[in-house]
């Protein structure tokens, strides 16, 4: 019985250290220097989904500045509607995004909020339309994992202060 023991020992050791290495894939920190500036920057970035947007796929993520939530996709988006939301987790709170350009919104209004959110939750839900889907427009829904969030977060932070 013993040698049974130290085989479900040595298998739960294993997955205590895989589990924070899959909860990672789910965001990483790119440490960069700007191109044309010169100057060191740090991104917060969601692994990218592939989202059907009517016609094809397109791949969405989620990419966090100092002062702004930033989903980036390659098709269009139709800004027409209120759908360009996020909620974390079942809130019924909404945080609403506007149009930066043709394929991407920003999230700057609230942005603390929706950072404390990210930290303590499990999912987000981004909502959004696709252009042009005639002659309705369909609500699409992106869920990213918020799991391992805090640990990148926290590493995202030390980055920005080199």
Same mark, same amino acid.
């Given at each position: 019985?013993?040698?049974?023991?130290?085989?479900?020992?040595?298998?739960?050791?294993?997955?205590?250290?895989?589990?924070?290495?899959?909860?990672?894939?789910?965001?990483?920190?790119?440490?960069?220097?700007?191109?044309?500036?010169?100057?060191?920057?740090?991104?917060?970035?969601?692994?990218?989904?592939?989202?059907?947007?009517?016609?094809?796929?397109?791949?969405?993520?989620? $990419?966090? +500045?100092?002062? &702004? @939530?930033?989903? =980036? /996709? %390659?098709?269009?988006? !139709?800004?027409?509607?209120?759908?360009?939301?996020?909620?974390?987790?079942?809130?019924? $709170?909404? +945080?609403?995004? &506007? @149009?930066?350009? =043709? /394929? %991407?919104?920003?999230? !700057?209004?609230?942005?603390?909020?929706?950072?404390?959110?990210?930290?303590?939750?499990? $999912?987000?839900?981004?909502?959004?339309?696709?252009?042009? /889907?005639?002659?309705?427009?369909?609500?699409?829904?992106?869920?990213?994992?918020?799991?391992?969030?805090?640990?990148?977060?926290?590493?995202?932070?030390?980055?920005?202060?080199?």
């Amino acid at each position: 019985m013993k040698p049974f023991k130290i085989i479900h020992f040595i298998l739960f050791f294993i997955l205590l250290l895989i589990i924070p290495v899959c909860h990672a894939q789910n965001w990483e920190v790119i440490d960069h220097r700007d191109a044309q500036t010169g100057q060191h920057q740090c991104v917060l970035q969601s692994r990218s989904h592939s989202l059907f947007d009517g016609y094809g796929d397109t791949n969405i993520s989620l $990419k966090i +500045f100092q002062d &702004r @939530l930033l989903v =980036k /996709t %390659d098709s269009n988006i !139709d800004a027409t509607g209120k759908t360009l939301t996020v909620s974390i987790d079942n809130n019924t $709170k909404q +945080f609403t995004g &506007r @149009l930066s350009n =043709k /394929t %991407d919104i920003i999230f !700057d209004q609230e942005f603390e909020q929706i950072i404390s959110q990210f930290i303590a939750g499990n $999912k987000t839900i981004l909502s959004l339309q696709f252009w042009p /889907t005639w002659p309705n427009t369909k609500v699409y829904q992106a869920t990213f994992s918020l799991v391992g969030f805090t640990k990148v977060y926290k590493t995202y932070r030390e980055c920005l202060a080199q």
